[in-house]
């Protein structure tokens, strides 16, 4: 169960779905870009997790322009941790970087280190774009559709191009990840737009369901929501999740290096 809650923080919108289940009236596909940028080097977010009043965790994602193999990239770092009596317990120090070309949007190279309690993991992951195939340090090399992402790329090239007021109430955004071996959708369905209330402000947001896998933690395919700015930053306002065991909420608590404004309500 831990587990499970520090990769959602970490991956934050993105989650693992059967696109049989999709019922929207338009499927929007994750290729396109539109000149957008929401998002630039310096830039740091930082959310708390807890479980009713209780604060157990902390999810930081930051921005770096820097340079791979002569590629000019933005190096996005993803952290999740625990904190307070949960860090006693059950210590996790989860870290997801992607290298994204900044012509293209996509990834040349994502990074998983997870350290969960006892469980460790190390993986690097290659993306060829001239031969459509990925090559990861723990499963080799694999055939891929042209514009696969890593679950955080996928996030900052939604936060781009897809989370804006082009969208209509039951559309449903899909993203082709490649993630631990194996290729997964990410589906996120719009729900419209509400303001949310937080300790930064009031806020108006976007309303996404990412639709989750029923079964495991999940009893339903809508049990986590995730409120996305409406200004042009697209920033994660705040994350619900409704498991088995309880409900959770990451919520946005500090900011710095944006791009825009933040736009309150």
């Not at 340079?67 to 625990?82: L, W």
């Not at 939604?158 to 631990?180: C, H, P, Q, W």
Request: aromatic share 12%; proline share 3%.
């Amino acid at each position: 169960m831990k587990k499970m809650i520090f990769s959602a923080i970490v991956a934050t919108v993105c989650c693992i779905a059967n696109p049989q289940i999709l019922k929207a009236q338009k499927l929007i596909k994750g290729e396109s870009t539109t000149g957008h940028i929401a998002y630039q080097n310096g830039e740091q977010l930082v959310y708390t997790v807890k479980y009713g009043f209780v604060t157990g965790g902390r999810g930081i994602f930051t921005v770096r322009d820097t340079t791979i193999n002569g590629i000019k990239t933005n190096h996005i770092v993803v952290r999740g941790e625990t904190t307070g009596i949960a860090d006693v317990f059950y210590k996790v120090r989860d870290s997801y970087e992607s290298y994204v070309d900044l012509q293209t949007q996509l990834p040349i190279l994502a990074i998983r280190n997870i350290s969960e309690g006892r469980y460790k993991r190390y993986e690097e992951v290659t993306y060829n774009r001239s031969t459509s195939t990925v090559n990861s340090t723990r499963s080799g090399v694999a055939d891929v559709p042209e514009y696969t992402l890593d679950m955080v790329s996928a996030f900052y090239h939604a936060r781009n191009n897809t989370f804006n007021d082009n969208l209509v109430k039951g559309d449903t955004i899909e993203y082709m990840t490649y993630f631990s071996g194996k290729l997964y959708p990410l589906v996120i369905r719009y729900l419209g737009k509400e303001v949310v209330s937080t300790d930064l402000g009031k806020i108006e947001c976007y309303k996404f369901c990412p639709i989750t896998e029923v079964g495991r933690s999940f009893k339903n395919e809508d049990d986590m929501h995730v409120w996305i700015s409406c200004d042009d930053n697209h920033v994660p306002i705040k994350i619900r999740f409704n498991l088995k065991v309880g409900a959770f909420v990451c919520e946005l608590t500090q900011y710095k290096g944006m791009k825009y404004p933040m736009k309150k309500a």
